[in-house]
């Protein structure tokens, strides 16, 4: 790897740590578009690779808001519980997928998103 792509990969993960720390999560809305377009990585494999990078700074962010007592575990069990039926359903789904139904999926999800923070 050269010394440029490194640079561009430290930099991608920094900016993406950044807002996952800050917000608690919003990684993988800068993660995934980053590793398409700098990295070139084909829709599929930015997807799933991006949920390995988050992993990783999600667990120091989750480290950092356990010592700062500001975290609901029975709260986050229940919801976990949902989650982790919806993470294999989407994986699944994702296998199955088209890179055109992938973009523009994952662009509405960010549209509403964006609508959503902005007015309500």
Not at 84 to 95: H, R, T
Request: glycine share 14%; charged share 10%; aromatic share 16%.
């Amino acid at each position: 790897m050269t010394a440029k792509k490194l640079f561009t990969c430290a930099a991608g993960g920094l900016t993406a740590g950044f807002f996952n720390g800050l917000f608690g999560s919003g990684g993988g809305t800068i993660i995934v578009p980053f590793l398409e377009k700098f990295l070139k990585l084909d829709p599929k494999k930015s997807h799933a690779t991006a949920i390995l990078i988050i992993s990783g700074f999600t667990a120091v962010s989750l480290v950092f808001y356990g010592f700062s007592k500001s975290l609901d575990y029975w709260l986050a069990l229940k919801v976990s519980i949902g989650g982790v039926a919806g993470g294999f359903v989407g994986a699944k789904l994702l296998s199955k997928l088209t890179f055109g139904a992938i973009h523009k999926i994952f662009g509405l999800f960010m549209i509403a998103a964006a609508v959503r923070m902005v007015f309500f």
